[in-house]
């Protein structure tokens, strides 16, 4: 008897870490992630959003905008970015390699769209992006990442060493100020 009230404490314990727990957020890739099944992805695949069955959510929407609040990406802006220039660059191995997939729709991983109230880039993130605004001018985005289940999802995104978004914030957007 003795025997079974020393163990008691240890069952129970495993009892309570066995179930999964859930945590739910504001609505990215589905509402809910079952944080028993959580792991860090150290280096996710570069060139494709599917593989072997995996999800593999690797976007952020980008807007920017000057001090007086106007638009940086929108063509109709005479001083806006232009879309033609921007480059990205993802960091593999050590090195800095410049993104372009020929078979893909953007072969650069970047989008520009005017659909909401402020145009956006929409990128294709690695661990660590750089994007290009012309030769010479770059920011670079810091992404981490966690595989759920049947997803490896970007967690968290760091703009220029600043956090900018995390999973609880909702669809990866944010706005930065140039």
Known sequence: MKTILKLLPIILLLIACSKNEKKEFNGYAGGELELS??????N??????????????????????????????????????????????????????????????????IDLTCERELCELSIVLSHTTYLEFEPGVEDVIESEFIK???????????????????????????????
């Open 37 to 42: 099944k959580i792991e860090v992805v150290n």
């Open 148 to 178: 759920n289940g049947g997803a490896i999802l970007v967690s968290k995104i760091y703009y220029n060493g600043e956090l900018k978004w995390d999973i609880d914030s909702g669809s990866p957007a944010f706005t930065i100020l140039k």
């Open 44 to 109: 996710p695949v570069i060139d494709t959003n599917m593989v072997g069955g995996i999800y593999i959510g690797r976007g952020v929407h980008i807007s920017f905008v000057d001090k007086n609040g106007n638009d940086l990406l929108n063509p109709d802006n005479p001083d806006s970015y232009k879309e033609y220039s921007f480059k990205l660059y993802y960091l593999e191995e050590g090195l800095k390699k410049e993104v372009y997939f020929s078979h893909y729709d953007s072969p650069r991983n």
